[in-house]
């Protein structure tokens, strides 16, 4: 076989190998990254008188995450003129619903969730009065993911406990106190947050 031959079939096979080749980086190149963190912050949170900062890391193989949110109350407009300074924290794990979709971080979800909530305000009667609250919580909601952003809906309610604020909010859950009744023991939680994967 002369070189002319050699360099003939090497030619036709780099022909018929590098389409595929192609195709294949190309695939690689376009399929959505998944990452399994995510940083975010609620949106509005601060025309409520507080800052929220929520961290997630996903579990890709159970279909879950985990979610941790701390907020600064005081950090933001105070709506109610009183005054608030303190602190919530919350954990909630989420349970994604099966979905095609092969991004951790994207879907629909069941989260259970505990919170606490912890400040001091100026009261109506003139003092200044602590707001002590815990709160069980189940949510309802639907992740969305695109590229690196991110935005978390969610709506859900749980029991409440503790020493109550009058204005039966506590930056992060209301307690129930609509149509002619107040519960303290009824808490209820809806919210966005907006933020980016890594």
């Given at each position: 076989m002369t070189m002319k031959r050699l360099y003939l079939w090497a030619f036709l096979l780099c022909l018929l190998c590098c389409p595929n080749l192609n195709a294949s980086v190309r695939e690689v190149d376009t399929a959505p990254a998944d990452y399994l963190n995510s940083l975010k912050i609620t949106f509005l949170s601060w025309l409520s008188g507080s800052t929220k900062i929520?961290?997630?890391?996903?579990?890709?193989?159970?279909?879950?995450?985990?979610?941790?949110?701390?907020?600064?109350?005081?950090?933001?407009?105070?709506?109610?003129?009183n005054n608030p300074l303190g602190f919530t924290?919350?954990?909630?794990?989420?349970?994604?619903?099966?979905d095609r979709d092969e991004i951790?971080?994207?879907g629909?979800?069941?989260r259970p969730e505990v919170m606490y909530s912890h400040?001091?305000?100026?009261?109506?009667?003139?003092?200044?009065?602590?707001?002590?609250?815990g709160a069980l919580l189940g949510t309802v909601g639907y992740q969305y993911v695109y590229r690196r952003f991110l935005a978390?809906?969610?709506?859900?309610?749980?029991?409440?406990f503790g020493s109550p604020a009058?204005?039966?909010?506590?930056?992060?859950?209301?307690?129930?106190?609509?149509?002619?009744?107040?519960n303290t023991n009824i808490a209820m939680s809806f919210s966005i947050r907006l933020g980016i994967c890594f």
């Open positions: 929520s961290y997630e890391r996903a579990f890709p193989q159970l279909r879950q995450s985990g979610e941790l949110c701390g907020s600064l109350i005081c950090a933001g407009y105070d709506k109610y003129d924290v919350r954990y909630g794990h989420k349970f994604f619903l099966p951790s971080l994207k629909f979800y069941l400040y001091f305000y100026d009261h109506s009667n003139g003092q200044r009065t602590l707001a002590n609250m978390d809906f969610w709506v859900g309610g749980g029991y409440a009058e204005t039966h909010y506590h930056h992060g859950f209301e307690l129930w106190h609509w149509m002619n009744a107040v």
